[in-house]
């Protein structure tokens, strides 16, 4: 393995223990979206319920703001009710879902600043 890759996966490892201790078990990558896309929301307080249509835009605002770190969006501001909005730069590289969700973890780690 490379170092990179031994570099990736022991950040990774630090923030899934971290995250574990904090939420008392492991979240999947959709719960995690999910996590920073309500950390990234400035509308409703966190009692309010979520729809599931609302919780798969939060998991899509998360997307946009991990991936604003390199260059495929820009974020473009809140509408009235809160909700960021970001518009596409570049269009995310074709890629198969393990490196789909590579490159989202390695943003992933930026954004928790590991």
Not at 47 to 69: G, N, P, R, T, W
Not at 90 to 95: K, M, N, R, T, Y
């Amino acid at each position: 393995m490379t170092q990179h890759t031994d570099d990736f996966k022991q950040r990774w490892i630090a923030l899934e223990a971290m995250l574990a201790e904090r939420f008392g078990k492991l979240p999947n990558m959709e719960a995690l979206l999910y996590l920073i896309g309500i950390n990234e929301y400035q509308g409703r307080t966190p009692k309010h319920k979520f729809s599931k249509e609302e919780k798969q835009d939060l998991m899509h605002i998360a997307v946009c703001k991990v991936l604003s770190a390199g260059g495929y969006y820009e974020f473009a501001g809140y509408d009235e009710e809160g909700w960021p909005h970001y518009n596409e730069l570049q269009a995310v590289p074709e890629s198969t879902l393990e490196g789909q969700e590579h490159l989202l973890k390695e943003y992933i780690l930026l954004y928790f600043d590991l």
